[in-house]
């Protein structure tokens, strides 16, 4: 099977227009007899949702909490991007494209990254419609501020919680359309199964969480919106639920994997204070404006108090390793400057997995008023989980898994291999590259759902012209079956380990071998023990309960069973690429100085995995990424 | 530090619930309150017991899955607090804690400590949006909004929908869920032209779904975790008199 990215040809801003005359269109009338099924409800799933049925196809969403408005979308605190250039700045939907391109380290495709920075215009447009409180200068038109390092300031922001209202207004969307009767929501309902039908995706097998009642639902074609994988680690942004088992299950049915290796660790989170961490807060990186990262100089140091080192013995070390930067310096590059002082034993805090984030000086520059203007939701966020006053002595901070940039592989109309099925949001490969820029991940998600997906879905319908079926075929049936023995064979193990212990582990081992540095001995090494703790975990299960019932413990017993899977691909992909690229950070491959080192010439693809069969190795197909508009250059921020 | 948790379980929606007692040892002072949770939950596993049910997913405050009654008031009575943002710091050696689940008629026992807040989301269906379709939209900045009035309408959409005002209420009330959602869409010129309808159908489903009358003792303010202030309910409370002297709309 050849790759087929389905990218219009001519110039790249003339692709999505061009693109959208050319795609087949539905008839209004005949919308009504198309049934869709979308799993999940963030940004991404909320708005294709809303968007599908205001169209008037027939839309079912699913989501496993308990509410539509809880996916995880709704921890977004930054703030969303846009070319709209309202601050006269010098923006462009053309240096939005070029800022996404460099800052994903030239692993993404020129031609989608471009259509999100022109479509980047309408969201802001769509949101203020729907009631989200943007922020807003006294004249009453939105505010903007430059976010992650961008030149421009070019993010729109509610507070700090951005996301939280971006996706209630694509709740609302949801809600008007569940309360019209063209939506039908299942909460509290996780899809264990994809079904498969000559070759297309048709369907999905649910698991109602309250009940543990198995059932199918028919559709002319599946969207997926789960999210991303970042959980594998055990530890990370995420929340708690945040799973791959969705695209993981779509991938053992066909749908390729792209770039697991892709993940994203975000410098400022709050380190881990003990064996009992459950999962790592992110503090919003805009404290690093004001705030000054150093560790002592001398190992022995790390113990004492932070004011009592003095200013001589202390290695403000971005400063001192990217001067133009400093403190400001890029997620990852900043991310890896920390671990090398904690490797060199000059961490602070507990087990040594920390940095000072200081902002003494800037308190003294601007007082105190100034600072809790700015920061001060954050800084009680710190006091209320470490139980420590950053006015008075510096934050500890450590980076921490915060998104994942792989994902299902997707063409230009965001389908997958398998036709009938697509995939939004973080759960796709397909925008960020190898790095993903911060403010950028909820303009993904709404550019795929709100003005993506609603275009390409209707070509898909018009002229592959797929065949319905209804969930009385065999195939739905096997599949059913399929998930009730998978969800008995985790009850009858009753062994002696919680999923928590095995997932902990396997957290463990990635994040060490498969973090924010990896190497080939590392890799080979964790490859090796994922299959050992896979068995482990078969044997050594212990599941209480049973599956009629809500169960907890097995809800989550068969997501960890999923991440010991993926884990082997996430490794596989790492070790294959023998280049370090944005969040890909290979040991073997970096500048004299430490820096990522490219390699253009052979790894200038995207890395797609085919799944063959259990115990298999994965096959790898390359989509070669042709570089039309911009010319590949290092990045650079010394 | 030790401590004697007092726990409510209950096996399904009909059957008859109790207090069960846990011994929660070795706590630390840096652990959630989730967290110590999560911790007497291994113990239970490993015991073969079945463990506690209970809803949490973001763990920092934003989501709203997590609830729980803590020593009888919802979220533990730390100001602008969610459960999962509390931290055992905040309790000493020896402490018995008693653990509840919302107690509302409209937010019937799931499970154990998990309740059912679907009720919150059909309100929102009867009129919480803007009835606008994606596309067509004017310019972002064609309609100006008065700073004060944006801060204000999210001071109001901060509302994380928990649930944690009904189950402080002795009424069971969903006023300030209610009130929060209408004031943050009417007051803003994007959600004037529904106004009246939306105060309308909102309070008719909160009605329709059991929740009890406002009473306005304030103790919902007290326990919201993103302080939404009890004022937005003196301003559905004059949106709503507004709509229903102008009339019913079809």
């Not at chain 1, 088992?245 to 204070?273: D, E, L, M």
Request: aromatic content about 8%.
């Amino acid at each position: 099977m050849t790759l087929e990215s389905k990218i219009p040809s001519g110039p790249v801003a003339q692709k999505w227009d061009k693109h959208r005359f050319e795609i087949k269109l539905i008839n209004p009338a005949n919308k009504r007899k198309y049934d869709i099924l979308v799993v999940g409800s963030g940004l991404a799933g909320a708005s294709a949702a809303a968007s599908l049925a205001e169209l008037g196809y027939k839309v079912k969403c699913f989501c496993f909490q308990d509410s539509p408005r809880r996916a995880h979308s709704i921890a977004a605190q930054g703030g969303i991007n846009a070319a709209k250039n309202y601050a006269n700045d010098g923006d462009s939907v053309y240096r939005l494209f070029y800022d996404t391109i460099k800052g994903g380290d030239f692993r993404a495709r020129e031609a989608n990254v471009y259509r999100l920075a022109q479509v980047s215009i309408n969201i802001i447009d769509q949101c203020v419609a729907q009631g989200v409180p943007f922020a807003r200068e006294y004249g009453g038109l939105l505010a903007n501020r430059s976010f992650g390092g961008a030149q421009v300031s070019r993010t729109f922001y509610a507070r700090g919680q951005t996301g939280q209202q971006l996706l209630l207004g694509a709740y609302q969307a949801l809600s008007r359309q569940i309360g019209l009767g063209t939506v039908k929501m299942y909460p509290r309902t996780e899809m264990l199964e994809l079904v498969v039908i000559d070759g297309a995706a048709k369907g999905i097998v649910v698991r109602d969480l309250i009940t543990g009642a198995i059932s199918s639902h028919a559709g002319d074609a599946v969207v997926l919106a789960t999210g991303g994988y970042g959980n594998v680690f055990f530890l990370s942004t995420n929340a708690k639920g945040c799973n791959v088992t969705a695209t993981w299950r779509a991938y053992k049915k066909g749908a390729f994997f792209a770039n697991p290796c892709y993940t994203q660790i975000h410098p400022t989170c709050i380190p881990v204070s003990g064996e009992h961490q459950s999962k790592l807060t992110l503090m919003s990186e805009s404290l690093r404006n004001d705030g000054r990262v150093w560790v002592p100089k001398r190992k022995e140091d790390c113990a004492k108090a932070p004011a009592s080192i003095s200013e001589q013995d202390r290695d403000y070390y971005l400063e001192r390793k990217y001067p133009s930067f400093g403190n400001l310096a890029p997620r990852d590059i900043s991310s890896r400057a920390a671990k090398e002082v904690c490797d060199a034993g000059r961490g602070v805090g507990p087990g040594g997995l920390g940095v000072y984030l200081d902002f003494s000086d800037s308190i003294k520059r601007l007082g105190e008023p100034v600072i809790r203007e700015r920061y001060g939701n954050l800084f009680d966020m710190y006091e209320r989980i470490t139980g420590e006053n950053a006015y008075e002595a510096p934050m500890r901070i450590f980076p921490a898994v915060h998104y994942t940039m792989g994902g299902t592989w997707v063409d230009y109309n965001l389908m997958s291999t398998l036709p009938g099925l697509f995939v939004l949001g973080e759960a796709n490969f397909s925008d960020h590259g190898a790095n993903r820029l911060g403010a950028s991940a909820l303009m993904q998600g709404l550019a795929d759902g709100y003005f993506i997906l609603p275009y390409t879905i209707g070509d898909y319908f018009a002229s592959a012209k797929p065949t319905k079926v209804t969930t009385d075929r065999p195939e739905f049936k096997q599949a059913e079956d399929g998930v009730r023995a998978f969800m008995n064979r985790l009850l009858s193990i009753k062994g002696k380990r919680t999923a928590t212990s095995l997932h902990r582990e396997l957290g463990k081992l990635l994040w060490e071998k498969c973090g924010m540095a990896r190497d080939e001995a590392g890799l080979k090494e964790a490859l090796r023990r994922i299959p050992e703790l896979r068995e482990e975990f078969w044997k050594t299960l212990n599941v209480t309960g049973e599956n009629g019932e809500l169960n907890q413990a097995l809800e989550y017993a068969g997501r960890v069973a999923d991440f010991m899977e993926f884990a082997e691909l996430l490794c596989q992909d790492a070790l294959h690429r023998r280049e370090s690229c944005g969040g890909h950070f290979r040991s073997e491959f970096q500048t004299p100085d430490g820096e990522a080192l490219r390699n253009d010439e052979q790894f200038s693809y995207v890395a797609a995995w085919e799944y063959k069969g259990p115990n298999q190795p994965a096959v790898l197909h390359k989509e070669l990424l042709a570089y039309e508009e911009v010319h590949m250059s290092t990045r650079s921020y010394k | 530090m030790n401590l004697t948790l007092k726990i409510w379980r209950q096996k399904n929606r009909e059957a008859i619930g109790r207090f069960e007692t846990y011994e929660a040892n070795s706590v630390l002072e840096d652990m959630s309150f989730l967290e110590m949770l999560d911790v007497v939950n291994e113990g239970l596993l490993e015991r073969g017991a079945e463990p506690i049910a209970f809803d949490s997913d973001c763990r920092e405050g934003i989501c709203g899955m997590c609830s729980l009654v803590i020593n009888g008031v919802p979220h533990g009575g730390h100001r602008g607090t969610a459960t999962c943002q509390l931290h055992m710091r905040h309790f000493k050696d020896g402490d018995t804690i008693t653990i509840e689940p919302w107690r509302a008629k409209a937010f019937p026992v799931i499970r154990d400590l998990i309740t059912n807040r679907t009720a919150f989301d059909r309100i929102i269906q009867a009129g919480g949006f803007v009835s606008v379709n994606t596309g067509g939209t004017p310019d972002g900045n064609a309609i100006p909004v008065p700073k004060t009035i944006a801060d204000r309408s999210m001071d109001a959409a901060a509302c994380i929908s928990c649930g944690a005002c009904v189950a402080v209420c002795k009424n069971a009330s969903a006023m300030l869920f209610v009130a929060a959602k209408v004031s943050h869409l009417n007051l803003l010129p994007q959600g004037k032209a529904e106004k009246d309808r939306r105060a309308l159908n909102m309070v008719r489903q909160m009605d329709a779904e059991g929740f009890g009358n406002c009473t306005v003792t304030g103790s919902c303010e007290a326990v919201c975790p993103k302080e939404i202030s009890l004022s937005f309910i003196a301003k559905l409370n004059r949106d709503y008199g507004v709509a229903l002297l102008k009339g019913a709309p079809d």
